[in-house]
């Protein structure tokens, strides 16, 4: 018991100690984009364009918007439907991978977290969805691979003291899943499933809440409690310093998080269709947040491991539950167990 406890604390350690690099290096990027002079006077617009509207508005697909026709393997790219100020950026893109089945079969978006610079991970885990009678469909987030402007970190503008700007990029993503997910029931796909981590998670949380088609959920150390993320977070040190600067506190922010808040929204699917897993020593998705918002939502699965933000456990443990919970789901093949020698390689990146 002692050895046990004593290993405990060595993982907590070395878990909090890599959160906090991470953290550093966060607080950083933040401080490298400093707000423009109009911020306060976009954001007051913004607040009063947004003010009593319905929260669907703000996920809506554009009228007159033409989907695109969708490849049947490789990478679909089309103009985002709300293109924002950076022309990298406004190029929606997704990575298709089909199962033999193909896409008739269920399909799994796959939504990586913050700053992930490798899809080596996930392009694994596309060939055990496909293993398993699955397709896979990987998810570009903004400004992160083939959306990374020139001389920045992949995901960088993500998460700059620009609160409009992160908000736009949410609002694009969310949006664009939406149009392949209706595109690809229009193929003949019957079951779709949302697989996010992180960042990942809190947009897949999203189309969560306004997109039907979605009816499987895997959020892994999602991002769900914003004004904690904004406020508290160690994380976010640099971004509360601009916001402060710009004459604006949690009061001022509380008016818009419920257009971008999961932990404000209702799932359009029951609790038996979502699986939450949380990191036991995550400071910037705490596991009492997820558990709470997993009881709030139709009393979802949820799990605890002992993990930090960044880590190599909670991707597979989530796989091997997934088909536990819903076994008839992933009868094809055999069952994916997650042996301690599989973790590292397969470790998917991003915070």
């Known amino acids: 018991m002692k050895q046990r406890t004593f290993l405990s604390r060595i993982d907590q350690a070395r878990a909090l100690a890599v959160d906090w690099v991470s953290f550093g290096f966060v607080n950083l990027l933040q401080a490298r984009h400093p707000l423009s002079a109009d911020f306060r006077a976009r954001w007051d617009a913004f607040t009063a364009e947004w003010s009593g509207r319905p929260v669907e508005d703000f996920y809506r697909v554009p009228d007159g918007f033409v ?109 664009e899943c939406r149009i392949v997910l209706q595109q690809l029931r229009r193929k003949g796909g019957h079951l779709f499933g949302g697989w996010g981590t992180s960042y990942g998670g809190w947009i897949m949380a999203l189309l969560a809440c306004f997109e039907p088609l979605l009816q499987r959920l895997i959020l892994v150390e999602p991002i769900l409690n914003i004004d904690n993320a904004i406020w ?19 009061d001022d922010t509380a008016t818009n998080m419920r257009l971008v808040c999961p932990g404000k929204l209702k799932p359009l699917l029951p609790g038996h269709h979502m699986l939450m897993l949380a990191g036991q020593y995550d400071q910037i998705a705490p596991p009492g947040e997820i558990e709470a918002l997993a009881r709030a939502w139709d009393n979802a699965h949820f799990a605890c491991f002992p993990q930090g933000h960044v880590g190599y456990t909670l991707m597979p443990e989530s796989f091997r539950m997934a088909q536990e919970i819903w076994g008839a789901d992933f009868a094809r093949g055999p069952s994916f167990t997650a042996p301690e020698s599989e973790l590292k390689p397969e470790a998917i990146e991003g915070v």
């Not at 089945?101 to 885990?125: C, I, K, N, Q």
């Not at 508290?232 to 040190?237: E, F, G, I, L, R």
Request: aromatic share 10%; glycine share 10%; charged share 20%.
């Open 232 to 250: 508290k977070a160690p994380s976010s040190v640099a971004l509360r310093a601009a916001m402060r600067k710009a004459g604006l506190g949690p």
């Open 67 to 175: 989907p695109p026709e969708l490849p049947d393997r490789g990478r679909l790219l089309f103009p985002s439907p709300l293109p924002g100020e950076h022309d990298a950026n406004n190029r929606a893109a997704f990575d298709f991978f089909p199962c033999q089945e193909g896409w008739t079969a269920p399909t799994m978006l796959l939504a990586h977290g913050l700053m992930s610079v490798s899809d080596f991970g996930y392009r694994l885990w596309a060939r055990r969805l496909n293993a398993r009678g699955w397709n896979a469909v990987f998810v570009h987030l903004p400004y992160h691979y083939s959306r990374r402007l020139p001389w920045h970190f992949h995901g960088e503008l993500c998460i700059g003291g620009d609160m409009l700007r992160n908000a736009a990029g949410i609002r694009q993503s969310v949006v």
